[in-house]
């Protein structure tokens, strides 16, 4: 989100066990930065802080959000930009091309990726957010295609990546993250 702090999903940091608040790990991370396709020459920058947002749920992924402060600001990075509630509200009812991105798998049973895949998705309304998911917290924002298939939502792999628009000047707005899936 900007050249020292990166915006991601908190369940990127939890192994998968027991309490949610005693498994999350924040040593040893690395973040990428500054390549389309992962190879031994993507920039690698250390981490040094994570932030989970409080009330984190691991195990159903509610209020699924974490900071990542870099040990060092990244020269040359741009901030990205994030809309206040009453601005996001405005722009998820203009009903704008949504993207996600990330290096998730191209399908259900796939790997991931090498190279940094991209999608348009549909804004699903919240009733059938809630439909899919009965305890969803409200503010949540539910994207991706409801078919299988070839349907165009994010995979497996794809988690922490974000949720965007793109601008009249093509800057990115970035909306939300990619935590969960159903499909």
Not at 58 to 85: F, R, S
């Amino acid at each position: 989100i900007n050249d020292q702090w990166a915006l991601t999903a908190a369940h990127c940091f939890h192994n998968g066990e027991g309490d949610c608040k005693q498994n999350l790990t924040r040593n040893g991370f690395y973040l990428l930065l500054g390549s389309v396709t992962l190879n031994e020459q993507t920039p690698a920058y250390q981490v040094e802080e994570v932030v989970i947002r409080p009330g984190y749920d691991c195990k159903a992924k509610y209020y699924d959000i974490a900071l990542v402060k870099l040990a060092k600001p990244v020269p040359g990075l741009h901030a990205i930009e994030l809309p206040d509630a009453a601005q996001e509200k405005s722009v998820v009812a203009a009903k704008p091309q949504f993207h996600v991105a990330g290096w998730g798998a191209r399908s259900d049973l796939g790997l991931g990726s090498r190279d940094l895949i991209q999608a348009s998705v549909p804004v699903m309304e919240h009733a059938a957010c809630k439909h899919l998911r009965p305890n969803l917290p409200g503010g949540t924002l539910c994207a991706g295609d409801q078919g299988g298939g070839d349907a165009k939502r994010a995979c497996r792999g794809d988690s922490g990546g974000p949720l965007y628009v793109l601008g009249k000047d093509k800057q990115a707005m970035q909306l939300g993250i990619v935590s969960f899936g159903e499909g």
